[in-house]
């Protein structure tokens, strides 16, 4: 249990277009979701903080125009980078919270790489 | 502000030999524990966790992690490395109950020889 999917697995972009990139639970409702940033032999940094049904919480520093998040149900949420350039070039993982677990455990999906030319 | 330490980035170990990675938390609070490991290209599996019920906490693959609050540490230990358990590990905490988020440590790169 507690599967998390991400859509695509990688991606490549051309600097100036948008894309976007799915985060589903798979077996559970998740209330809360994440978004993370891994840059190559670095640590995740937090991105921001999805609540079903309203808007993101961004962490201090992350452009909410440019990193639009949409967490439209319990099961899935969106990130879209708009006009990316080549510097948001990064590996960007999901994790979603279960509702029911009442539990800190974040399950992580297995990333997205974007790479933006 | 909440850290966390990961002392070591790289880690090497023979295979059979024991696994010990450091990571200690600076807060007067006890906060839960986690341990995820990561291998390339992939996203983070959780090893084990600690929530303040037991102090030693047993995870997927032999691991262990002892809890320390005198000492603010949660080392993660495997008595006996494996080829399979090279991969990159990451410490983090979480404060504030179940809408805590979670604060990673840098991580540690654990190599095994054979």
């Known amino acids: 249990g507690a599967v998390v999917s991400q859509h695509p697995s990688w991606v490549i972009c051309k600097s100036g277009t948008s894309v976007k990139i799915e985060c589903r639970s798979l077996?559970?409702?998740?209330?809360?979701m994440f978004w993370y940033r891994q840059f190559p032999k670095q640590s995740l940094m937090l991105m921001a903080t999805?609540?079903?049904?309203?808007?993101?919480?961004?962490e201090q520093g992350v452009e909410k125009d440019k990193f639009l998040i949409n967490h439209a149900s319990l099961t899935l949420s969106t990130l879209t980078v708009t006009s990316a350039h080549p510097e948001d070039s990064s590996f960007y993982i999901c994790?979603?919270?279960?509702?029911?677990?009442?539990?800190?455990?974040?399950?992580f999906g297995p990333g997205t790489r974007l790479t933006v030319l | 502000a909440q850290s966390v330490t990961q002392l070591g980035s790289h880690v090497s170990v023979s295979e059979g030999a024991l696994v010990l990675l450091r990571c200690n938390y600076s807060?007067?609070?006890?906060?839960?524990l986690f341990w995820y490991v990561q291998y390339p290209n992939q996203g983070l599996q959780l090893l084990l966790k600690?929530?303040?019920?037991?102090?030693l906490v047993k995870g997927i693959n032999g691991f262990e992690a002892e809890f320390k609050k005198s000492e603010t540490s949660f080392h993660l230990t495997k008595p006996s490395a494996h080829m399979s358990d090279a991969a990159e590990y990451f410490c983090?905490?979480?404060?504030?109950?179940?809408?805590?988020?979670?604060?990673f440590g840098k991580g540690t790169k654990l190599s095994v020889k054979p």
């Open positions: 999805s609540n079903e049904g309203s808007k993101a919480t961004y």
């Open positions: 983090a905490v979480s404060y504030g109950g179940s809408q805590g988020n979670l604060i």
């Open positions: 600690y929530t303040s019920a037991a102090t």
């Open positions: 807060s007067s609070v006890p906060p839960y």
């Open positions: 077996d559970f409702q998740a209330t809360t």
């Open positions: 994790s979603a919270r279960s509702v029911r677990r009442r539990t800190d455990t974040q399950y």
